[in-house]
């Protein structure tokens, strides 16, 4: 029953990804890759990332909802689409609905809990080592489409992704806004594309 | 008057939910615009106990302080209102361009453009990840947990849930023997 795999799939990203956004692309990377590897590919969920980013709303929301989409739309219809769409974003949105809930209630107790203060010391870092991986994964996506072996012959599209990914994380570190990073990095593409060099 | 009360709620959590991009952080001023000064749901407090509540709960910030301030203004139900308010935007701008997307994706012009983009979102997790490490604590056993969380996922292909429980177990050892040393 893929509707409610994608509920549990979510449901329990939801659960263990703490801080938010980005933190949960390590295992929404490794989730999709194992249950709809088939569906949704690597690039397509790099690519995706930028439509979340460019879009309203929280990045968690954002892909769940398509990839519940994706999924649900393999089934069938229009309906199937939406059917897949809610049950991603109900199981990613749950979990910190219901903990949240009991916290309001018990907020005192909860902000001074050693335990608490104690597996966050453990998670923080931990947000850094998976972000790391998922940022290895993203690199291989874009580098290396075609396997490492095909981008030791290194064609200029390799060169001229090193050129914007360069470009734009000076920028990045100049706070420009992610849309505009979006932006200038699809205009490039579309440049770059059209001058011959990409094929 | 309770209706009218989780109306709005509803109304603005829609709003915040249909103008932040990225999500999380970008969405704190909004709320405290409208939640503290517009509504006095809540106080300034309340703002920043949010963020330190988002900070040590799963899940996307957003929801977390919607559930927050909808429980605050109007109980169990303002908390239902405050969260369906904030994913309701982006429910329906996803859904929709996910047709959109399946629609053009073979177009030349727009697989132009997400080879540029690839590259830019590789640029913004660097950024993202450089965010988290100045956020993280530091020292020795954070240290441990970020290559070993590094290593045993991307190399050695441990599920991530494993993974995350074992560091929080691992922090929170850590954190009561060093402790413990303090003290003697």
């Known amino acids: ?30 989730q999709v890759a194992a249950r709809w590897g088939d569906l949704i590919t690597e690039a397509q969920l790099v690519d995706f990332v930028a439509v979340s980013e460019s879009t309203p709303g929280p990045f968690a929301i954002n892909m769940a909802t398509y990839i519940g989409s994706v999924v649900g739309g393999e089934q069938g219809g229009f309906m199937w689409q939406v059917l897949g769409s809610f049950c991603a974003t109900m199981g990613v949105v749950l979990p910190s609905f219901i903990i949240i809930l009991i916290v309001a209630r018990i907020y005192d107790r909860f902000k001074e809990s050693t335990i608490v203060k104690g597996c966050m010391t453990g998670l923080k870092p931990a947000v850094v080592g ?12 874009v580098f290396c489409p075609g396997g490492w072996a095909a981008a030791l012959l290194s064609t200029p599209a390799f ?16 706070k420009v806004p992610p849309i505009v990073i979006i932006c200038l990095s699809a205009a490039i593409g579309i440049a770059v594309g059209y001058m011959g060099l990409l094929d | 008057m309770k209706l009218k009360k989780l109306l709005q709620v509803f109304w603005t959590f829609f ?33 920043l106990e949010i963020v330190a509540i988002a900070e ?42 996910s047709f959109v997307l399946q629609e053009f994706q073979a177009l030349r012009a727009v697989q132009y453009a997400f080879f540029g983009i690839r590259a830019g979102v590789l640029a913004l997790l660097i950024k993202a990840l450089w965010t988290m490490y100045k956020k ?33 177990i691992f922090g929170l050892v850590t954190s009561r023997i060093l402790k413990k040393g303090e003290v003697a």
Not at chain 1, 130 to 141: E, Y
Not at chain 2, 139 to 158: D, K, N
């Open chain 1, 1 to 30: 029953m893929v509707f409610l795999e994608l509920f549990l799939t979510f449901f329990t990203i939801g659960i263990v990804t703490f801080g938010g956004g980005y933190a949960m692309l390590p295992m929404i990377q490794e």
């Open chain 1, 130 to 141: 998976l972000i790391a991986g998922a940022v290895l994964n993203v690199m291989g996506t």
């Open chain 1, 159 to 174: 060169y001229i992704s090193g050129a914007i990914a360069v470009t734009m994380v000076i920028l990045a570190f100049k």
């Open chain 2, 15 to 47: 709003k915040i939910g249909a103008f932040t991009f990225g999500g999380g952080y970008a969405m704190i001023p909004l709320i405290q615009n409208e939640a503290v000064e517009k509504r006095h749901w809540v106080t300034d407090d309340d703002i």
């Open chain 2, 56 to 97: 040590s709960t799963p899940g996307p910030i957003a929801i977390n302080s919607a559930t927050f301030v909808g429980y605050r203004a109007a109980g169990v139900l303002g908390s239902v209102c405050g969260t369906l308010g904030v994913v309701l935007p982006s429910f329906v701008i996803i859904l929709a361009l």
């Open chain 2, 136 to 168: 993280s604590p530091k020292g020795w056993p954070a240290y441990v947990v970020m290559g070993l969380s590094f290593l045993l996922t991307a190399v050695f292909s441990i599920n991530v849930i494993f993974v995350i429980i074992g560091c929080a």
